[in-house]
């Protein structure tokens, strides 16, 4: 039912890395208006406190604003949001770096990786 | 309105033989859904009972909503029992209206939601219900009363995946978080984890932990699963 979580993370991070990435692919835009947190519990299967939780996170992030008796939307700042999309390359870029460095291979032999596998897809 | 809707304090219950519960003291948080996990016999049932009122403690204080524990407080609390106990002659529609006449703050217009929801056929006769529609009928009666605490005791057991995830959808879509809380006995962990709240681990009629499921995850790195193995 609803959707798989991992384990070793809080669900309602995992959510809010879900719709930050919808945001960063453009199917959610500045001003879009974001689910009721009823609906988004019974989307993603999980408890309307979660969800609560996920907005409120959301908000404190400057990505998203409630307005009250309206529900939840995404920020109309597209300035933000494009910060949002440098700040989640910036992240999966220091993760990859580590494992990368961490297995002892070079800056040139990174870029060298991932050039060519660019190239290749 | 207090911040825990149920209080044990210092609770022991003796049954002839055997010692279902053993000096609990506990709080239970208000607008939650609370999950008592622990295996067969270690106590859930008989916590779920006490805080109905449909058992007294032998020793020590059970408060619901600042009141101490009664079967008078039917009004304030639904519990669902893990026994058959509906009438087999009623039919699903009867039995609704039976269940409104019951209790003042049944919710005809929510009964009727839930019954498309479950989609289950008003006009048929509840021994004629498969298992899985009577745990369905079950649960609809459940949420369809507007009490601050509804308790569920196994609701998922013995039922396929297809009724414990309808069950589990109906507890998202019908339960009202700001008034309602809701504590549910369950050994389908996993099911239920992504809808907990709270997590009360229990064994021998003791407490042995108690923890907010998303704090379970940032402070262990762990689903609920692991880290009852590494409690039990």
């Known amino acids: ?121 | 309105m207090p911040e825990c809707i149920v209080e044990f304090n210092r609770v022991s219950k003796k049954y002839v033989r055997q010692v279902a519960l053993d000096n609990v003291s506990l709080q239970f948080p208000q607008g939650k859904i609370i999950g008592l996990v622990g295996p067969n016999g270690s106590g859930k049932s008989t916590i779920l009972k006490l805080t109905a009122g449909l058992v007294r403690p032998s020793s020590g204080t059970v408060k619901v909503n600042g009141q101490a524990a009664h079967r008078m407080l039917a009004s304030e609390v639904s519990y669902l029992s893990e026994l058959d106990t509906l009438y087999p002659f009623y039919t699903t529609s009867e039995t609704i209206d039976f269940n409104a006449g019951q209790f003042g703050d049944f919710d005809r217009t929510k009964a009727q939601e839930l019954l498309t929801f479950m989609q289950l056929d008003p006009g048929k006769k509840v021994k004629d219900l498969s298992k899985g529609n009577r745990g369905r009928l079950k649960i609809l009666l459940s949420l369809a009363r507007k009490v601050p605490l509804i308790l569920m005791d196994e609701p998922l057991s013995g039922l396929d995946p297809l009724v414990r995830d309808s069950i589990i959808r109906s507890l998202i879509s019908y339960l009202d978080l700001e008034q309602q809380t809701v504590i549910i006995t369950t050994h389908e962990v996993t099911e239920v984890e992504p809808i907990l709240d709270t997590v009360v681990a229990v064994q021998n009629g003791q407490i042995r932990g108690v923890a907010e499921v998303e704090d379970i995850r940032i402070n262990h790195g762990q689903g609920l699963v692991e880290w009852m193995k590494e409690i039990y």
């Open chain 1, 1 to 121: 039912m609803g959707q798989e979580f991992n384990t070793n993370q809080p669900i309602y991070l995992q959510i809010v890395q879900r719709l930050c990435r919808q945001i960063i692919r453009g199917e959610l835009g500045a001003g879009d208006k974001l689910p009721s947190v009823r609906e988004l519990a019974v989307q993603m299967g999980v408890n309307p406190n979660t969800v609560q939780r996920v907005y409120s996170e959301m908000e404190k992030l400057g990505v998203a604003e409630t307005r009250r008796g309206l529900g939840t939307f995404i920020t109309e700042r597209e300035e933000r949001l494009r910060q949002l999309r440098d700040e989640l390359m910036t992240e999966q870029i220091n993760g990859f770096v580590d494992d990368m460095k961490e297995m002892g291979f070079t800056a040139p032999e990174i870029i060298d990786g991932v050039r060519k596998n660019l190239e290749n897809v």
